[in-house]
């Protein structure tokens, strides 16, 4: 079982950037992504990356402002996020998938003021 470990989130303005980062137990065999969950609304798609880091896939709501990432060696897959905007308010979760398994963090919030 792997288990996982969001960092990163805060209160930020719109326009900020942040940096999020997922640290598991142990995933290189895995394919991570991040998901996110607004008040009210389900879980919405952010950004995958794949097992060794060579194909990523973005939400349609955040491509263009987002980069994911992975250091294996850390056993930790980022998110960074630049001009944010109020509607990116939200808990960020990553998912680690490894057929037909998947683990799910706690979360960490994100809340962009305007």
């Known amino acids: 079982q792997v288990q996982l470990v969001e960092s990163g989130g805060g209160l930020v303005q719109a326009g900020d950037s942040l940096r999020l980062s997922c640290v598991a137990s142990?995933?290189?065999?895995?394919?991570v992504g991040w998901f996110r969950q607004a008040p009210g609304k389900g879980r919405e798609f952010v950004a995958a990356?794949?097992?060794?880091?060579?194909?990523?896939a973005y939400g349609n709501s955040v491509k263009g402002r987002v980069t994911i990432s992975r250091d294996n060696a850390k056993n930790t897959v980022y998110l960074q996020m630049n001009s944010l905007k109020v509607e990116d308010t939200a808990v960020y979760y990553c998912?680690?998938?490894?057929?037909?398994?998947?683990?799910w963090g706690q979360g960490t919030q994100v809340t962009v003021s305007s």
């Open positions: 142990a995933f290189s065999n895995y394919a």
């Open positions: 990356i794949t097992r060794a880091g060579t194909r990523t």
């Open positions: 998912r680690a998938d490894l057929f037909p398994y998947a683990y």
